[in-house]
């Protein structure tokens, strides 16, 4: 299937979407019925998240693609020393990161966690602004993890945990087609309530291909939006499943986990029957990219 096809298809359900939506705004019990029906289509084709991906992957699977891939390789160090700096003209936006979605989807694919969401079509959440060029709507969010196995890290320093939330910008109108904003956690005694409501529920998807549909939560209160002070280079995003080039973007404010949070991400199952201890990629060379800092 052609990326032309999805985004033909993708309009198409907006535009049907939409008209029921403006029908159940005038009926609570319409609203209800959507609202399930949307949900437990949701959890029964929780396939249907990484088919977009994959359809596209498979659509730029060429030598070009291959190319573009290998030149800029992620996972990197930071260096301070070599980081240039830039002062935004305009912050960062998050739109709808605090609106509740319809569906929220946790599953291990057998690499990894992935979180995905389902919601109307124009509540997407989407993040603006800066030097973006355009609106970059949320697809998903994993999780790399290790002790001391973070995959970037900052002058040299490691840490345990790093939660990666892939975007995409269907439109020319952006800088480039995808964009992962990171936030990484190093290890502390505290627990980290944020993360709770993903941590507590690992316990219900150890093997993979396993799924669970989580209470409501808004993603603002898990990603926690930033205007300014992160980093950027262009990288590749990798769920295991697809690999996608990217730009990163880094938040520079790190987080914290506990031990015991920690140890629930290290039980879950490959497909191959072996514990998930660690999916962190090698670190990579910067080579000739450039990594800016934006304040």
């Not at 929780?46 to 994959?54: E, M, N």
């Not at 960062?92 to 919601?119: F, K």
């Not at 936030?183 to 316990?203: C, G």
Request: glycine share 6%; hydrophobic share 40%; charged share 20%.
């Amino acid at each position: 299937m052609s990326v032309q096809m999805i985004d033909y298809i993708w309009l198409k359900f907006q535009t049907w979407f939409g008209l029921v939506m403006n029908l159940a705004e005038d009926s609570r019990m319409i609203m209800m019925l959507v609202s399930c029906t949307m949900a437990v289509a949701f959890i029964l084709n929780v396939q249907s998240g990484r088919t977009i991906l994959q359809d596209v992957a498979r659509s730029l699977a060429n030598k070009r693609l291959k190319s573009r891939l290998d030149r800029q390789p992620s996972p990197i160090n930071i260096a301070e020393s070599g980081v240039i700096r830039r002062q935004l003209k305009l912050p960062l936006r998050w739109t709808h990161y605090e609106d509740l979605p319809m569906a929220t989807v946790l599953e291990n694919n057998g690499s990894t966690v992935i979180l995905r969401i389902y919601t109307a079509p124009n509540f997407l959440p989407h993040i603006s602004g800066a030097e973006l060029g355009g609106s970059y709507h949320f697809v998903e969010a994993i999780f790399k993890w290790g002790i001391l196995q973070s995959e970037h890290s900052i002058g040299k320093q490691k840490f345990c945990l790093e939660m990666q939330a892939l975007h995409r910008c269907s439109k020319k109108g952006g800088t480039v087609e995808y964009l992962t904003v990171s936030h990484l956690f190093s290890l502390t005694q505290v627990k980290n309530e944020r993360l709770k409501q993903i941590a507590d529920n690992l316990k219900w998807i150890l093997r993979p291909g396993s799924s669970i549909e989580l209470p409501p939560f808004d993603l603002g209160s898990l990603l926690l939006p930033f205007a300014e002070g992160h980093y950027t280079y262009s990288g590749t995003y990798d769920n295991g499943e697809v690999k996608l080039p990217t730009t990163w973007l880094i938040d520079s404010q790190v987080s914290g986990v506990n031990s015991h949070q920690l140890a629930q991400f290290g039980v879950l199952y490959r497909t191959d029957g072996s514990r998930i201890r660690s999916n962190v990629r090698e670190e990579q060379p910067l080579g000739t990219r450039s990594v800016h800092f934006h304040y």
